[in-house]
């Protein structure tokens, strides 16, 4: 069984910092681009950052430059997202997902989401 598990969401103040984990089971995603996407209510799922196979590489979407750092342990095969100066338009269940197809950072390219954990920034 393939299995991602978000953990370390909270709620923070405006300015705080939260480190986000994923850890992968069932198999190693060492090869495969790694992403940290949120989703707030009402909104689409949209990608915050990303990871390339061999950890060389990071995107980030323009919202989180800056601001976010993506990083994954190969070896435990587990992501991070370290998430600093947060805002209140952070607020969002953040999702962690492995590329299943080639092509550009949007959701539909990965997949094997996890639970999700929830990131409230009060103001």
């Known amino acids: 069984q393939v299995q991602l598990e978000e953990s370390g969401g909270g709620l923070v103040q405006a300015g705080g910092s939260l480190r986000l984990s994923c850890a992968a089971s069932g198999r190693t995603f060492s090869n495969y681009r790694m992403g940290w996407f949120r989703q707030a209510p009402g909104k689409e799922r949209e990608f915050v950052a990303g990871?390339?196979?061999?950890?060389?590489?990071?995107y980030y979407a323009d919202s989180v430059k800056g601001r976010f750092t993506i990083s994954r342990d190969n070896a435990k095969n587990a992501v991070y997202l370290h998430m600093n100066s947060l805002k209140p338009e952070d607020t969002a269940v953040y999702y962690c997902?492995?590329?299943?197809?080639?092509?550009?950072?949007?959701?539909?390219?990965?997949?094997?989401w996890g639970q999700g954990t929830q990131v409230t920034v009060s103001s």
């Open positions: 997902a492995v590329e299943i197809a080639p092509g550009s950072w949007g959701p539909r390219n990965f997949g094997y």
């Open positions: 990871i390339v196979w061999n950890g060389g590489g990071t």
